[in-house]
């Protein structure tokens, strides 16, 4: 059975930092793209910060210059060090594991952690 596991989430004073962890543990064979979302109360869930299995990595706007998302294939773990938080930054923080195949011929499926709040403080 594939899990996402988060951790790193907290309460942080605005222009803090925090860093964010995620690891998927099971049968794993390979991992497409890992990422970060984030879900704000009322509001649907959003990309922050993708990153393939070769480091390609794209990131939403209002967090370029500030968040870096960098991954370990080999622990099958992904990060997200955020810096210069912002109040507007608190919201629960979900990683994703999307095209993971637990063998070489296995269907690729989505996977999604049980999510990190983070809270920032102004």
């Known amino acids: 059975q594939v899990q996402l596991r988060e951790s790193g989430g907290g309460l942080v004073q605005a222009g803090g930092s925090l860093r964010l962890s995620c690891a998927a543990s099971g049968s794993i064979f390979s991992i497409n793209v890992m990422g970060w979302y984030l879900q704000a109360p009322g509001k649907q869930r959003e990309l922050v910060a993708t990153?393939?299995?070769?480091?390609?990595?794209r990131y939403t706007d209002s967090v370029k210059g500030r968040f870096t998302i960098s991954r370990d294939n080999a622990k099958n773990t992904v990060y997200l060090q955020m810096n210069s938080l912002k109040p507007e930054d608190t919201a629960v923080y979900y990683c994703?594991?999307?095209?993971?195949?637990?063998?070489?011929?296995?269907?690729?499926?989505?996977?999604w952690g049980q999510g990190t709040q983070v809270t920032v403080s102004s």
């Open positions: 994703n594991a999307d095209g993971l195949r637990v063998g070489t011929n296995s269907v690729p499926r989505d996977y």
């Open positions: 990153i393939t299995s070769g480091d390609s990595t």
